[in-house]
């Protein structure tokens, strides 16, 4: 499932590949990019850099073009060798950079625009995107602002709101509350500054830590599935997300799982680890049953 650190780990290894090198071919599925391409062609124009904004990847040629792509649930980009096969069929096939040594493959990518700086600024959602939280800068207090203004929405949902802060997909959304011991289902205006404080302290670190590799300057595409807990054991890398059912890490309670926001997108907490501020046990208003078995009995 993408979200802000696919993006950004996908970002990086396209920059490696493709940055500083003339493109010699492009390619594409969608009539859209065809007819730009067929204006103002890619081919023959300089890959000056690619770069992730939260959940968006911008790939900048020279001339003042650029390609912007979300992956949505199911998208992703692969780099190849030239000449090399391609994992996945050509009806997934959406769009093909090439340049001398390497081609890069959009699959399955549902949303794709050309654009110049002028027109991304004017007539797309990237510059209402809050705070990237892998940004080499972070503007904290105004994504802590951005949050509070949010007063009346669910905390998990304002963390999701890419308009509050950029990267933050459904998995990290439910890591993060688990974190820092936030019900996913509080209210903002329930929670201290200082608690929003470690919401986005929380949400850099666990980020960071899935986009972090020592490769250098080798292109790297793939760094495992994603981690939170810190484990080195595979089974026991998320706290809470898809662990409906299941025995918290920490105290034993079993995992809960309720649909939330106006997406119905699948939350996880654990019900002692995250009680609701003041002691509340409802969640939107039903009952919130808290069920727990200790660790290691029957």
Partial sequence: MPEGDTIFRSARA?????RGKRVVSFETAYAQLA?????????????????SRGKWLLIHFSGDVILITHMLMSGSWH???RGERWKRGRAHMRAVIAVEDFEAVAFDVPVASFHTARSLERNT?????GPDLLGAVFANDEAVQRIIDRSDDEIANALLNQRVVAGIGNVFKSEICFACGVNPFAKVASLPAA???DLLEAARRLMAANVSEGSGDRIVTYTGPRRTTGADNPTARLWVYGRRGKECRRCGALILMRKQGTGARSTYWCPECQPMPGGETAVEGLATPTLRRKVGCG
């Fill in 14 to 18: 396209l920059d490696l590949a493709l």
């Fill in 35 to 51: 007819s730009a391409n067929d204006q103002s062609p890619v081919a023959g124009r300089m890959v000056e850099r690619v770069e």
């Fill in 79 to 81: 780099i190849y060798r």
């Fill in 125 to 129: 959602t990237l510059p209402k995107l």
């Fill in 195 to 197: 608690k929003l404080e």
